[in-house]
């Protein structure tokens, strides 16, 4: 079993920055193994893949937050983080942060991220 937990969404304007937070634990546990993932839901539409991160430090970007996103993980503190600069209204959604182990998806709560003006 796998905790998730996800922090740091908020209401932000147009072209503004968000760092958002998310912490994995469990029994047995070691975080830094997993690829570790970033997806989001916006209102009546699918969850989508945001940004990934592999337990070898290899990033993988949706063509939609390319140069604009930035994940990175601390294995010491069991925490993957994205950086979310020159946010825009398409990007308001609830964000959730993955890992997958053995086979079994965890996912966290989610976050609320809201872009407007």
């Known amino acids: 079993q796998v905790q998730v937990v996800e922090s740091g969404g908020g209401l932000v304007q147009p072209g503004g920055s968000l760092r958002l937070s998310c912490a994995a634990s469990?029994?047995?546990?070691?975080?830094?193994?997993?690829?570790m993932g970033w997806y989001r839901q916006a209102p009546g539409k699918q969850r989508e893949m945001v940004a990934t991160?592999?337990?070898?430090?290899?990033?993988n970007y949706a063509d939609s937050v390319k140069g604009r996103f930035t994940i990175s993980r601390d294995n010491a503190k069991n925490t993957v983080y994205l950086q979310m600069n020159s946010l825009e209204p398409e990007d308001t959604a609830v964000y959730y942060c993955?890992?997958?182990?053995?086979?079994?998806?965890?996912w966290g709560q989610g976050t609320q991220v809201t872009v407007s003006s």
């Open positions: 991160s592999s337990s070898g430090g290899s990033t």
């Open positions: 993955n890992v997958v182990q053995y086979g079994d998806d965890y």
């Open positions: 469990g029994r047995s546990f070691i975080f830094s193994i997993y690829p």
